[in-house]
């Protein structure tokens, strides 16, 4: 087997290994030779080789969310480290695993002019959990202070051993600093950065592994639930006649059923379900914005909780945090075990722990509670807005809304739906998904930049169908992310092209200007059938509803390479229908 000779590089490469990181995604460099000379040559590791960093990091949070372990990106020096970013930030509020391994010039090296040198220590210091800067490795030939007028073998006997001395410190050192990291990034669920220097030579190999760090393991903590602080919850809970409980983005099932079933059994009880929860029951309210969209203000005041309890990842509905902060909850509890956001500037518990240990501790300890028709009252506003949104669906013309009434309910049993943010993922809220389809959007910093890559790399991972649904805008900014050698062939990308930020002509502000065209909505004529030839995907469009529903009756079937649909929507009536619906609802 071949080693990198550096033993630093060794170090690196050993302990992602004993830490069970098995997918390594590298971007081509030489400063990073090494340590891709580790990788590679190691049967253990599933290397992926992509050349643009940024779609490389997004790939790899893909792989991450999908597998639930983290995932490593490895890059050259200089400025490639910074196009991890996005995805770093993303993985920072998403709470994902994310390991980045950067080359880096030894520090002699850095602000001289050398070439590909930036200060890449901390560099991500507001949206990591540890950065773990590494000392460079000595040289036998490094000039280590001698004092005293010994002989010269002497001399060269207590030289020698002071090099050792000090290369065991750095060992030491770099191999504390790497375990501390990726501890940290496997208890805390969030990335960390390993800067690793290195001199020339940077290509030798050995059949020798020099070094065997230790892997140091943090025992993993009992979970231990504060019951004081659960006897408080259950008193209020029993005397509260309105509990609101929200859900935000999800795991798949990662809440015992149980436990849904519980709370469906309690009148004062409505639970509020995001497309990306991930929780089905009859009982519960999805397509949140459906339900409190049209409410007037004697309504608002009507389903303002006296308890408020959430879980899980960031919210979507923005109308749902504009109600909850204007009719704020009198308590509001989230669960988490490590962090809680005071999303609606209410927050006044925060309940270390998982839903499951929560659920298990507080319902065991709930009887019957006060009378309430909380939830009955809700489920019939729900009833009839349902009966009214269909009405509605079927009676508008070709649009954006139509295409996701009819793409949801074409996607396949037991698939991956991997969402792109803005427009997208706002209208798959409004409809209610298949419970077998596992629903994913990069949410944590809910930008457009990285939606594609992170699809491709959450199906470069599952033997589930994976189908990424995305805007125009978002698809040809990340279109890099189909430059890669691992799209598998069941793969399906969806691109509802409005020719512009349609989004945009939903938010207030004077629409028919050249700046807003130019500026905000950013209109164009661009369309993704040249893309899909040079990258190898099929490709088809349409431009009206029963060419799409005739060619959703294929796309998902197999085939000899991943397919992409474009359809084509009218830009200057996809606002009005979509303001339009919450009147008619109403």
Avoid at 475 to 491: C, G, H, Q, V
Wanted: hydrophobic letters at 35%; aromatic letters at 10%; one cysteine or more.
């Amino acid at each position: 087997m071949m080693y990198p000779k550096i033993p630093l590089a060794q170090t690196v490469v050993q302990l992602c290994k004993a830490k069970q990181i098995k997918h390594i995604i590298i971007s081509p460099g030489s400063r990073n030779a090494p340590l891709t000379i580790g990788f590679t040559n190691d049967n253990f590791f599933k290397c992926y080789s992509i050349v643009d960093e940024r779609c490389a990091a997004f790939f790899a949070l893909g792989i991450a969310q999908q597998l639930q372990e983290p995932t490593a990106v490895v890059c050259t020096s200089g400025s490639a480290l910074l196009n991890y970013y996005p995805a770093v930030s993303e993985a920072y509020y998403s709470k994902i695993p994310l390991i980045v391994i950067s080359a880096d010039r030894p520090e002699h090296l850095i602000g001289i002019g050398d070439g590909q040198t930036i200060n890449q220590k901390h560099v991500f210091e507001n949206h990591i959990l540890f950065s773990a800067n590494l000392k460079l490795d000595l040289k036998e030939e490094s000039n280590v202070p001698v004092t005293g007028d010994l002989p010269i073998i002497k001399n060269l006997e207590n030289k020698f051993e002071r090099f050792l001395g000090l290369q065991k410190d750095i060992q030491s050192f770099n191999a504390e600093a790497i375990n501390t990291a990726i501890n940290l990034a496997m208890k805390k669920s969030g990335p960390i950065h390993i800067n690793v220097p290195f001199d020339e030579p940077l290509y030798e190999t050995t059949d020798k592994l020099l070094i065997i760090p230790e892997a140091i393991n943090e025992p993993s903590e009992p979970s231990l639930i504060d019951y004081a602080v659960i006897m408080s919850c259950v008193d209020d809970w029993h005397t509260a006649k309105r509990k609101l409980i929200l859900v935000g983005c999800n795991t798949p099932n990662s809440i015992e059923q149980k436990w849904l079933d519980k709370l469906s059994e309690d009148e004062s009880v409505m639970v509020m379900t995001e497309t990306t929860s991930n929780l089905h029951h009859s009982s519960f309210f999805p397509s949140i914005d459906q339900v409190i969209a049209p409410l007037d203000e004697e309504e608002k005041q009507q389903l303002q909780p006296d308890i408020l309890l959430t879980f899980g990842g960031l919210i979507v509905s923005k109308k749902i945090k504009a109600l909850l902060r204007s009719y704020k909850p009198k308590q509001h509890w989230h669960i988490d075990t490590e962090g809680a956001n005071d999303t609606f500037f209410c927050l006044n518990k925060h309940i270390v722990a998982t839903p499951n240990d929560f659920f298990e501790t507080f319902l065991s300890k709930i009887a019957h509670g006060e009378k309430s028709s909380y939830k009955n009252n809700w489920t019939l506003i729900k009833q009839e807005r349902l009966r009214k949104h269909q009405l509605y669906v079927d009676q508008i013309p070709f649009c954006d809304f139509k295409v996701f009434d009819i793409l949801v309910k074409s996607l396949p049993n037991n698939s991956i739906l991997q969402s792109g943010n803005s427009s997208a993922i706002r209208y798959l809220q409004l409809f209610n998904l298949n419970k077998t389809v596992e629903v994913y959007c990069n949410r944590g910093t809910s930008g457009i930049d990285g939606s594609t890559s992170t699809a491709i790399g959450c199906a470069s991972v599952t033997s589930k169908q994976t189908v990424f649904i995305t805007g125009d805008l978002s698809f040809f900014y990340d279109s890099n992310a189909l430059w890669n050698n691992y799209i598998p062939k069941n793969f399906r990308i969806i691109v509802i092209n409005n020719q512009g930020g349609g989004i945009f002509r939903i938010l207030p502000g004077n629409k028919d200007s050249e700046t807003f065209d130019n500026y905000f909505e950013t209109t164009h004529n661009l369309n993704a059938k040249h893309l899909c030839r040079m990258y190898g995907l099929e490709y088809e469009s349409v431009s009206n509803e029963n060419d799409l529903k005739q060619k959703l009756t294929t796309f998902y079937s197999n085939g000899m390479a991943p397919k992409l649909l474009e359809v084509f929507t009218p830009r200057l009536v996809n606002d009005k229908i979509l303001l339009d619906y919450f009147d008619f609802i109403k």
